[in-house]
T-cell receptor, first 117, second 111 residues
């Protein structure tokens, strides 16, 4: 149980283009999903909190117009990196919390490696 | 602001050599402390949640404990497959389910 998938697992795009990353909870419903980025040999940095049916909440320093988040259903959230630049190259990981579970842990997806050339 | 400090940064163990990882934290109103395991190029895998001081949880060769200021992850008789980065994270009651992560401890177990 508590499986989260991400698609794609890796993507290479050209500078100036946009790329969409999907995050799905496969066997549970998630009213809240989270998006993180992780640079090599560093820990996870929270980018934004995605709530089903409402606007995402972004962490300080994260450009909301650059990282568009949509949480259209209880099992799907998407992150779109708009006008990507090489400095956006990173490992993007989503997580989800089971809305019906009494505990508070988050379950993570396998991550998406984005390379902007 | 919530703070999580993990030590050591890296740990090299011989197979069977037990050891402990430390996670020191500062948080206003701890809802939970979480341990995750992360393999290279993959997302974190959930291990444990600890809610109150004195609580302990075990899973195979891993045991997590919690005090009011820190948590320990004990690895008993580790095997090479226990090699990974272990991440500690805290969640505050006031923080809308957000996790604040430490930098992690990278454990390497040699056969």
């Amino acid at each position: 149980g508590a499986v989260v998938s991400q698609h794609p697992s890796w993507v290479i795009c050209k500078s100036g283009t946009s790329v969409k990353i999907e995050c799905r909870s496969l066997d549970f419903q998630a009213t809240t999903m989270f998006w993180y980025r992780q640079f090599p040999k560093q820990s996870l940095m929270l980018m934004a909190t995605s709530n089903e049916g409402s606007k995402a909440t972004y962490e300080q320093g994260v450009e909301k117009d650059k990282f568009l988040i949509n949480h259209a259903s209880l099992t799907l959230s998407t992150l779109t990196v708009t006008s990507a630049h090489p400095e956006d190259s990173s490992f993007y990981i989503c997580s989800a919390r089971d809305r019906f579970q009494g505990s508070y842990e988050q379950y993570f997806g396998p991550g998406t490696r984005l390379t902007v050339t | 602001e919530d703070q999580v400090t993990q030590s050591p940064e890296a740990l090299r163990l011989q197979e069977g050599e037990s050891s402990s990882l430390n996670c020191s934290y500062t948080v206003s109103g701890l809802r939970g402390l979480f341990w995750y395991r992360q393999d290279p190029g993959k997302g974190p895998e959930f291990l444990f949640t600890l809610y109150s001081a004195g609580e302990e949880k075990e899973k195979e060769r891993l045991k997590a404990t919690l005090t009011k200021k820190e948590s320990f992850l004990h690895i008993t008789a580790p095997k090479p497959e226990d090699s990974a980065t272990y991440l500690c994270a805290v969640q505050a009651w006031s923080n809308d389910y957000k996790l604040s992560f430490g930098a992690g401890t990278t454990v390497t177990v040699r056969a």
